[in-house]
T-cell receptor, first 116, second 114 residues
């Protein structure tokens, strides 16, 4: 069964506007972590933001914030004030359980293109 | 200094050959992983090691053999290469000193099998 679903294969956003990338997940484990990674065309995987299942507040890192809706099992990434350099593939991922060595399962990704 | 480094970055080889990819991390992490990214960009875990011990083996053909000589190194050897093995292989490491335990990825090794 698909654990992580990213329903938007591609998105466009105008420079300086905000954009939301969707992610839903499926788990019966009460302990889990949710991650977002960015993969630019150069290919490297860049960690952006993390949300733990017990975290009370939505995670934020600079222009990135995670809209965590536990009951809906969604963990959408919000990028504010988009920049041309934000154009990349974005992956949502989940780790089940508390141990950091458990595997990350990735979604299929969303390609974001920022227009000038 | 690159935190997680993989060599080589590019491999082009013929079907049936054997090849290896090496990975080293200087972050002091004790868990390392191999992920495969296919042509559709889908990332899937293959193996993980914790302190040199294999802990995840995700139904990968036994032509793939990981080896971890110490906790800073994780190598991947592939025997009898097939066309379907063409992909980008990412090494990663993690450590739970922060709650997140996020994965730090290498730059990837692009394998092309002809």
């Amino acid at each position: 069964a698909q654990k992580i679903t990213q329903t938007q294969p591609g998105m466009f956003v105008q420079e300086k506007e905000a954009v939301t990338l969707d992610c839903t997940y499926d788990t019966s484990d009460p302990s889990y972590g949710l991650f977002w990674y960015k993969q630019p065309s150069s290919g490297e995987m860049i960690f952006l933001i993390y949300q733990g299942s017990y975290d009370q507040q939505n995670a934020t890192e600079g222009r990135y914030s995670l809209n965590f809706q536990k009951a809906r099992k969604s963990a959408n990434l919000v990028i504010s004030a988009s920049q041309l350099g934000d154009s990349a593939m974005y992956f949502c991922a989940m780790r089940e359980g508390l141990w950091y060595g458990n595997k990350l399962v990735f979604g299929a990704g969303t390609i974001l293109r920022v227009k000038s | 200094d690159t935190a997680v480094s993989q060599t080589p970055k590019y491999l082009v080889t013929q079907m049936g050959n054997d090849k290896s990819i090496k990975c080293e991390q200087n972050l002091g992490h004790d868990t390392m992983y191999w992920y495969k990214q296919d042509s559709k960009k889908f990332l899937k875990i293959m193996f993980s090691y914790n302190n040199k011990e294999l802990i995840i083996n995700e139904t990968v053909p036994n032509r793939f053999s990981p080896k971890s000589p110490d906790k800073a190194h994780l190598n991947l050897h592939i025997n009898s290469l097939e066309l379907g093995d063409s992909a980008v292989y990412f090494c990663a490491s993690s450590q739970g000193t922060k709650n997140t335990g996020e994965l730090f990825f290498g730059e990837g090794s692009r394998l092309t099998v002809l």
